[in-house]
């Protein structure tokens, strides 16, 4: 055996490097600003009075949603549930959408559109 290694094999590996070349090529630098796929999804709900919702999206667009009109309205369905002021006020986000207890839920892209345009959805 001899005395010391050799530095470096015929065809093999070299010494290693002591400076990264990832430096160099930062992915900061080369990938783009994560855009979301779907904007229409909620981040955040607020019940405010007179059946009214401060509704955030995760792209950050914010408005109210009017929801008197329907609540009162004949054609009410399930919202009728939605009257009592109490039953109003226990709103939750879920999956992205608007949602109160009893699997009642409004469509937040119809919601997106409508606040993106005019600051506020009244729904009838």
Known sequence: ?????????????????????????SPLAVTPPI????PWRVASVEALPAFRLRVRFIDGT???????????????GVFTALDDPSVFARVFVEHGAVTWPGE???????MYAAIK?????VVQ
């Open 1 to 25: 055996m001899g005395a010391r290694a050799p530095r470096r094999t015929h065809g093999g590996l070299g010494a290693m490097r002591t400076q990264s070349a990832a430096q160099q090529d």
């Open 35 to 38: 855009q979301p796929r779907m």
């Open 62 to 76: 914010e408005g109210t949603v009017d929801l008197a009109g329907l609540i009162h309205s004949p054609h009410a």
């Open 104 to 110: 009642i839920d409004l469509a937040p892209d119809s």
């Open 117 to 121: 345009k005019f600051g506020e959805w």
